[in-house]
Structure formats: structure tokens, C-alpha cells
């Protein structure tokens, strides 16, 4: 007998469709889970239209969505010390449906008092952040510069670098009502740009004429460009997002004659020898300050999966402030 569940499903036209699939079964390696609830990300809607068919996408008939947040339901062969029942949250590709198989090595161990709807919003930025602050070699007392610090992930990255011991951390956002938010998360300055700020002048004037010591880089175009000479010398900035544009025009002295290092990072892409060791690094160092509520992530909007449309017309606004949130019953 073949155990059915809902999922929203890619590629069959301009919206997901919640459909009755079959239930997966863990192969070698991996594990089942019981998906309670699961958070959208940036990259939900570009992944709809390059699968729409009737728009010119491929129509490649896929399970949507990355994070999740359940409980271990199967454990496969050779799949670690899983056992069935374990609260496990994480970001990993079929995640819009009540059951998934991932490798085991990806799930991370949910805090038992964090409930699903709360812990599933958290993997891609704990993942993200964290990976780009260790691609910048950050190390506590740094002053860290989060542009784009309102986006989802980039508020999980500001708790991150407070946790890790960061001296200073200053946020950018466009929205000045947002300028609240980002101190209560822990930044110490935040600069709204397009106030009248400039980029570069308000980061060398937080830091004493010096420069953030880290970069972590949402936003690129004009942005990145202007992160480069508001970095101390042999500083290091990571590009994480893309929000206004990839293309960007940078003045390469600014670079070399502050012995800058840029990093990409792009944990969808990353090859397993290179996620493993920060999820490793993420259990160790922060898994720890989530279990005490240090880290938490900002919920826009809490949805049941029948209300998935609700959810992608959030997305789509531009207006939705952290995660959209889908509960499965
Ligand atoms: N490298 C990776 O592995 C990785 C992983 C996940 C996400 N990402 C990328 O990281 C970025 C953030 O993702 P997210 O899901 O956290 O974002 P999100 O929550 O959807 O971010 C929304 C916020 O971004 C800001 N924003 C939007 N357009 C902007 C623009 N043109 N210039 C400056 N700010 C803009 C706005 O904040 P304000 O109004 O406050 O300015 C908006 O409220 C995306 O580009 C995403 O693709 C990368």
C-alpha cells in the first residue's frame, strides 16, 4: 500500500498546486521527516517561474521549499545516531510537504522547547550566516557591517555575530520603521540608507575612522561597491544576496590598498565537503544560544499549507517583514 501526503508542487503552472503525492522512503544515508511546519525564502518564486510551462519554464514537476521543522519518522541504513521521535529542524531541497528525506548529515537537532513553527524559519540563516561569517575567518572583538541586516536571514546574522562575541555591529535597512527592530536584535548603529545616509561615511564614522572588520553583503550593486572602502584593512566582505542587482561597479583601489579578501557564498550551490563542517561549526557554537532563546528568527505571517496562496501573494509584495510560516496539520 502506497501512504499518501500533501505538498506544494512546482511545474505545472504560474502558482504551486497542493497535491496528494506519495510518501518518500529514506534510502542509505538518509533519514524521513515528519514536517510540522516550513518557512519560504527569497528563492521560492524565482524557483515557480523557472518551472512554469506556461510561461516558457522547463515544467519540471517538483516538490517546492527548503526549511522544515518535525520529528525523525525513519531512519535508513547508515544514517548517524538519528533515532525515530527526535526533534530535528533544517534547509534542504522538498521541503513544502508533510514528509521528507534528507541526509542525515543536514538535519540539525531541534531544541526540544522550540516549537516547529518557530524553529523552521531559522535553518537557511543559521546556515547562511554562519557560513559566511566562517568563509571571513570572524573572530570575537571584530566589528561586523550586515547590509540588507532587515531580510530574513540577515536578522538571524546579526544575533549570530552578538552571540560570537562581535564588538560592534552595524545594520543598514531603507526603512527607517525598521531602525528599532534591527537594535533590539543587537545591532549598535543602524544606518537607514537612502535618508541621507551615505554607506561608507556613516560605517568609517561607527567605527572610529576603521572600517567594519567583517562584511556580510545582501544587497550588492551600489551597496557592495560602497562596503569596500568601509572596510579596515585586510578586512573581509562576503556577498550573500543580490537584492539590488549582481552587476556592480567597484573601485579596485579600495581593494588592494586595504588588502581587502572577497568572498561569494551560496549555500544552495555549496558541495557537501563544504557544508558539512559549518553545520558541524553550528552545532558547536550556536545551536547552544538558540536552545536559550538568544536566537530567534522574525515571523511575518503564520499560514496553514491551504493557505499557501496567501503565502506567495506575501512573498511577492515585497512587504512581508521575516518569514512566511506554513503549518501542516
Ligand atoms: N548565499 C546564500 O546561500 C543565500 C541563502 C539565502 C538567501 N540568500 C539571499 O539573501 C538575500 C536575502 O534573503 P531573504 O530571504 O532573507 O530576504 P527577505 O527576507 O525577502 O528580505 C526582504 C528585505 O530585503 C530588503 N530589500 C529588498 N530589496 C532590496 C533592494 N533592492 N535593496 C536593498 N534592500 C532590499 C528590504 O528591507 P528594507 O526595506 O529594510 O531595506 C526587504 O524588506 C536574497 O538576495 C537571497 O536570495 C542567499
Same mark, same amino acid.
Given at each position: 500500500?502506497?501512504?499518501?501526503?500533501?505538498?506544494?508542487?512546482?511545474?505545472?503552472?504560474?502558482?504551486?498546486?497542493?497535491?496528494?503525492?506519495?510518501?518518500?522512503?529514506?534510502?542509505? =544515508?538518509?533519514?524521513? *521527516?515528519?514536517?510540522?511546519?516550513?518557512? @519560504?525564502?527569497?528563492? !521560492? $518564486?524565482?524557483?515557480?517561474?523557472? /518551472? %512554469?510551462?506556461?510561461?516558457?519554464?522547463?515544467?519540471?514537476?517538483?516538490?517546492?521549499?527548503?526549511?522544515?521543522?518535525?520529528?525523525?519518522?525513519?531512519?535508513?541504513?547508515?544514517?548517524?545516531?538519528?533515532?525515530?521521535?527526535?526533534?530535528?529542524?533544517?534547509?534542504?531541497?522538498?521541503?513544502?510537504?508533510?514528509?521528507?528525506?534528507?541526509?542525515?548529515?543536514?538535519?540539525?537537532?531541534?531544541?526540544?522547547?522550540?516549537?516547529?513553527?518557530?524553529?523552521?524559519?531559522?535553518?537557511?540563516?543559521?546556515?547562511?550566516?554562519?557560513?559566511?561569517?566562517?568563509?571571513?575567518?570572524?573572530?570575537?572583538?571584530?566589528?561586523?557591517?550586515?547590509?540588507?541586516?532587515?531580510?530574513?536571514?540577515?536578522?538571524?546574522?546579526?544575533?549570530?555575530?552578538?552571540?560570537? =562575541?562581535?564588538?560592534? *555591529?552595524?545594520?543598514?535597512?531603507?526603512? @527607517?520603521?525598521?531602525? !528599532? $527592530?534591527?537594535?533590539?536584535?543587537? /545591532? %549598535?548603529?543602524?544606518?537607514?540608507?537612502?535618508?541621507?545616509?551615505?554607506?561608507?561615511?556613516?560605517?568609517?564614522?561607527?567605527?572610529?575612522?576603521?572600517?567594519?572588520?567583517?562584511?556580510?553583503?545582501?544587497?550588492?550593486?551600489?551597496?557592495?561597491?560602497?562596503?569596500?572602502?568601509?572596510?579596515?584593512?585586510?578586512?573581509?566582505?562576503?556577498?550573500?544576496?543580490?537584492?539590488?542587482?549582481?552587476?556592480?561597479?567597484?573601485?579596485?583601489?579600495?581593494?588592494?590598498?586595504?588588502?581587502?579578501?572577497?568572498?561569494?557564498?551560496?549555500?544552495?550551490?555549496?558541495?557537501?565537503?563544504?557544508?558539512?563542517?559549518?553545520?558541524?561549526?553550528?552545532?558547536?557554537?550556536?545551536?547552544?544560544?538558540?536552545?536559550?532563546?538568544?536566537?530567534?528568527?522574525?515571523?511575518?505571517?503564520?499560514?496553514? *499549507?491551504?493557505?499557501?496562496?496567501?503565502?506567495?501573494?506575501?512573498?511577492?509584495?515585497?512587504?512581508?517583514?521575516?518569514?512566511?510560516?506554513?503549518?501542516?496539520?
Amino acid at each position: 500500500m502506497t501512504y499518501t501526503m500533501k505538498a506544494l508542487l512546482l511545474g505545472r503552472g504560474p502558482e504551486w498546486v497542493l497535491d496528494d503525492v506519495p510518501v518518500p522512503g529514506p534510502g542509505p =544515508g538518509e533519514v524521513l *521527516i515528519r514536517n510540522r511546519a516550513s518557512a @519560504t525564502n527569497n528563492a !521560492d $518564486l524565482p524557483m515557480l517561474t523557472e /518551472a %512554469d510551462p506556461t510561461h516558457g519554464g522547463t515544467g519540471k514537476e517538483s516538490i517546492a521549499g527548503f526549511e522544515y521543522a518535525g520529528e525523525i519518522a525513519a531512519v535508513g541504513q547508515d544514517a548517524g545516531d538519528w533515532k525515530v521521535g527526535d526533534p530535528v529542524m533544517g534547509t534542504f531541497p522538498s521541503a513544502f510537504a508533510e514528509y521528507l528525506v534528507a541526509d542525515h548529515r543536514f538535519a540539525l537537532p531541534r531544541p526540544q522547547d522550540l516549537v516547529p513553527e518557530i524553529a523552521c524559519a531559522l535553518p537557511t540563516g543559521l546556515l547562511t550566516e554562519f557560513g559566511a561569517l566562517s568563509a571571513a575567518g570572524f573572530r570575537p572583538g571584530q566589528s561586523v557591517l550586515i547590509t540588507g541586516a532587515s531580510t530574513s536571514i540577515g536578522m538571524i546574522g546579526i544575533q549570530i555575530a552578538k552571540t560570537l =562575541g562581535a564588538s560592534r *555591529i552595524i545594520a543598514t535597512t531603507r526603512s @527607517t520603521d525598521k531602525k !528599532d $527592530l534591527l537594535t533590539r536584535l543587537g /545591532a %549598535d548603529t543602524v544606518i537607514v540608507t537612502g535618508d541621507g545616509s551615505e554607506l561608507t561615511g556613516a560605517v568609517l564614522e561607527a567605527t572610529g575612522g576603521e572600517g567594519a572588520d567583517v562584511v556580510l553583503d545582501h544587497v550588492a550593486g551600489d551597496t557592495f561597491a560602497a562596503c569596500l572602502p568601509a572596510t579596515a584593512p585586510d578586512g573581509h566582505v562576503v556577498n550573500i544576496g543580490r537584492l539590488a542587482g549582481p552587476a556592480a561597479t567597484i573601485d579596485l583601489d579600495a581593494l588592494s590598498y586595504r588588502h581587502l579578501t572577497v568572498h561569494g557564498v551560496s549555500f544552495g550551490f555549496s558541495r557537501d565537503w563544504e557544508t558539512v563542517p559549518i553545520l558541524e561549526g553550528l552545532r558547536a557554537k550556536v545551536l547552544p544560544a538558540v536552545g536559550r532563546g538568544d536566537i530567534a528568527p522574525v515571523t511575518d505571517a503564520t499560514l496553514t *499549507i491551504e493557505q499557501y496562496q496567501e503565502a506567495a501573494d506575501r512573498l511577492r509584495s515585497g512587504n512581508a517583514v521575516g518569514k512566511v510560516v506554513l503549518t501542516f496539520a
